[in-house]
């Protein structure tokens, strides 16, 4: 069964530095999300993306926050100037375009992303 | 906004009896209810949804149930296993179309053998 791939699994940096996670969505889903979970903390929407465009973001999803679809496969998550609040699992998600009017969202594995 | 309360945050029962968690929600055009299961470090595992326009919903023994006009739905896990063991959230969307989930704060079920 197809999945949402993300990588790296792991990402560790300074406070102040620039991260991309990176997510490989499910091959003919259309919508894409990212959501993150503080440790302990309910999972919460940043922003979700479909046809080449931001859909809808959350109020996290500020300006030190992109998204971006480089090529045909890969979804990826900027953070400009990480914060040691950004801490979390960074979760992917995808979802197709079906006959019923919502689909499931399936989740990748997640990034945990650690800023020292 | 939305904003999803889900009750208890810990769970704890001896394997074979029945779990239930549940969720209450504040936007009344929410019509989307999934449930999603979370083993420790790994990604959140879709175990069952329910739409608006039925009340209940089985899948051998799981089932989910909705009460739209109190805004709750619960999720019931009977003969529980201690596989069964994870976090379980629930979440509600919009019928727009691939809207954004918000997840209630997630209940810790420990099934003991």
């Known amino acids: 069964e197809p999945e949402v791939t993300q990588t790296p699994s792991h990402q560790v940096t300074q406070m102040g530095q620039e991260v991309i996670l990176r997510c490989v969505p499910i091959s003919n889903h259309l919508y894409f999300y990212w959501y993150r979970q503080i440790l302990g903390q309910k999972v919460e929407f940043l922003v979700s993306?479909?046809?080449?465009?931001?859909?809808?973001k959350s109020e996290i999803f500020d300006d030190q926050f992109s998204v971006e679809r480089p090529d045909g496969s890969n979804f990826t998550l900027k953070i400009r100037s990480t914060k040691l609040e950004d801490s979390a699992m960074y979760f992917c998600a995808s979802s197709p375009i079906g006959l019923s009017s919502t689909d499931t969202q399936y989740f990748g594995p997640g990034t945990r992303l650690t800023v020292l | 906004g939305e904003n999803v309360e889900q009750h208890p945050s810990t769970l704890s029962v001896q394997e074979g009896d029945s779990a239930v968690i549940k969720c209450t929600y504040s936007d009344s055009a929410s019509n989307y209810f999934p449930w999603y299961k979370q083993e420790l470090g790994k990604r959140p595992q879709l175990i069952i949804d329910?739409?608006?326009?039925?009340g209940e919903k089985k899948d051998q023994r799981i089932a989910v149930t909705l009460n739209k006009t109190a805004k709750h739905f619960s999720l019931h896990i009977t003969e529980t296993q201690p596989e069964d063991s994870a976090v379980y959230f629930c979440?509600?969307?919009?019928?727009?179309?691939?809207?954004?989930?918000?997840f209630g704060k997630g209940t810790r079920l420990s099934v003991i053998a």
């Open positions: 993306f479909y046809n080449n465009e931001i859909s809808e």
């Open positions: 979440a509600a969307s919009h019928n727009s179309g691939n809207t954004p989930l918000v």
């Open positions: 329910i739409r608006s326009n039925v």
